[in-house]
């Protein structure tokens, strides 16, 4: 792909890879990894198992946080002697939440061509699954690591009115939670982790009713964290979001007897509906049921 005799600046590819699953990656992504003339990696030794999974043999460089000046200077000149390079994070879309974005300012900068092999990205897919209303949404990725930083700037998000979505490590992850309670206030919340892995699993439910769930306390996978704005939308999508959950709840609670009224208050405290709300949901369900029961 080397522009050799003709000296014109090469092309930065940026190259979305898996964020679990080997095989979600495209056609293009594998040719572009096979045809450019290098690739940057954030991890080489965890690019490398991906290119021998996919028989793609060619040359690595490393590029990460911790290189980023240097490394990138030494791109920005073979970008500019005319060889195209393909640029990888250790997993979806690079530029988003990790080195990426330094690299592709500064090939900006210097009038080199970017593009990307377009892919996965945990924040969009997280979102995609959640049920939380995606029309609108603002994407923090990482907090602040400083704790009074992370106050401040959750403080600064009591009135966000759109889907918010954050990246969170294992370890962090419970005490995010209990952040997220305090400053934003009993929000319905979705917890996603390790997305397209064996273990994926997604929680949802009110901050209250996370909080101190074993799930996120072995400090293990990677998390994705979807918190609704408190709009009107955000609470519709929290109705549809738990109905499933919240039907079956109400149905077996009415097979075992309980009276209606005990079943009402419950669901009322549990899910935070209205007593009103709540009683609705519970008669039309015994409706149905005891027509069901009745044909
Ligand atoms: N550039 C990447 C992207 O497009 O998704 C994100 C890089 S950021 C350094 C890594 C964070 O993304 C993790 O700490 C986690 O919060 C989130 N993440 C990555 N893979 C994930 C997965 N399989 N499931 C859930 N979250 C994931």
Redesign the pocket.
């Known amino acids: 792909m080397r522009n050799s005799s003709k000296q014109e600046t090469g092309t930065l590819y940026l190259v979305?890879t898996p964020?679990?699953n080997l095989k979600d990656i495209t056609f293009r992504a594998v040719e572009t990894l096979k045809s450019v003339d290098l690739i940057a990696a954030e991890d080489t030794r965890h690019t490398r198992k991906l290119l021998t999974h996919y028989e793609i043999k060619n040359r690595l460089v490393s590029y990460h946080d911790h290189n980023k000046e240097k490394s990138a200077g030494n791109i920005i000149k073979k970008l500019s002697a005319g060889w195209d390079v393909a640029l990888v994070?250790?997993?979806?879309?690079?530029g988003?939440?990790?080195p990426g974005f330094y690299m592709v300012r500064l090939a900006r900068k210097n009038g080199i061509q970017v593009t990307a092999c377009p892919g996965?990205?945990?924040?969009v897919t997280?979102l995609s699954i959640s049920g939380i209303p995606s029309d609108k949404f603002s994407f923090f990725g990482f907090l602040p690591v400083k704790k009074g930083k992370r106050k401040n700037f959750l403080k600064n998000l009591a009135n966000e009115n759109k889907s918010m979505v954050f990246?969170?490590?294992n370890i962090r992850v419970q005490n995010f939670l209990e952040e997220l309670f305090e400053a934003l206030g009993d929000r319905y919340t979705v917890v996603?982790?390790?997305?397209?892995?064996l273990f994926e699993e997604t929680v949802t439910g009110r901050l209250s009713g996370l909080i101190g769930d074993e799930r996120f306390t072995g400090g293990k996978g990677?998390?994705?964290i979807i918190v609704s704005a408190e709009d009107k939308r955000g609470k519709k999508a929290d109705t549809a979001m738990m109905s499933a959950e919240l039907k079956g709840e109400i149905l077996s609670l009415l097979e075992s007897g309980t009276p209606l009224k005990v079943i009402s208050l419950r669901i009322s405290e549990v899910y935070d509906f209205s007593k009103k709300e709540s009683y609705a949901l519970c008669l039309e369900l015994k409706s149905r049921q005891d027509r069901s029961n009745k044909s």
């Open positions: 979305a964020i679990g994070s250790d997993a979806g879309t690079p988003i939440s990790d996965a990205c945990a924040a997280a990246y969170e490590s996603v982790r390790e997305l397209t892995k990677e998390f994705t």
